[in-house]
Structures are given as structure tokens and as C-alpha cells.
């Protein structure tokens, strides 16, 4: 993040800030999401267990969502 700032280059700070803001939106939107689904709190990780068989898809855009925040990338 402060590479983006150091080579005075503020569009490309930006562009990232956009993106990790859009990214933990999506996590905090998923969980919210999943613990309605559920009907319980998402308190813990284990609370996440088995959450692919009732609910594929959406366990699937966390996973990748986890993964953008981690810095690994999609192909």
C-alpha cells in the first residue's frame, strides 16, 4: 500500500484502496448474509462448517473474496 504512494503514483493508491474496500464490503456482506441464512451469529470460524453443502455458491465468493484480501490472485 505505501509502495503505491512512494513511486508518486496516487492513481494506483486509489485504485487499490477501491478494491480492498469493495473486497472487505463483500466478506462483511457474506457473512452477514450466511449467518441469516443460517439462523445463528457467525461468531466463530467453526461456525462456517459445512456451510458448502447448504450453500455453495455463496461460499464459493468468500472463499475467492478471502483469497483477493490475502493478495492471492484469480485465474
Do not use: E, W
Not at 509502495?3 to 457473512?31: D, E, K, R, V, W
Not at 447448504?54 to 483469497?67: Q, R
Amino acid at each position: 500500500m505505501l509502495l503505491g504512494l512512494s513511486c508518486l503514483a496516487p492513481q494506483g493508491f486509489i485504485i487499490y484502496m477501491l478494491i480492498y474496500g469493495i473486497t472487505t464490503l463483500n466478506i462483511f456482506t457474506i457473512i452477514i448474509l450466511l449467518s441469516q441464512y443460517m439462523g445463528r451469529d457467525i461468531k466463530m470460524i467453526q461456525d462456517l462448517a459445512g456451510t458448502f453443502r447448504n450453500h455453495p455458491y455463496i461460499s464459493i465468493a468468500f472463499a475467492l473474496n478471502l483469497f483477493s484480501l490475502a493478495g492471492v490472485c484469480q485465474l
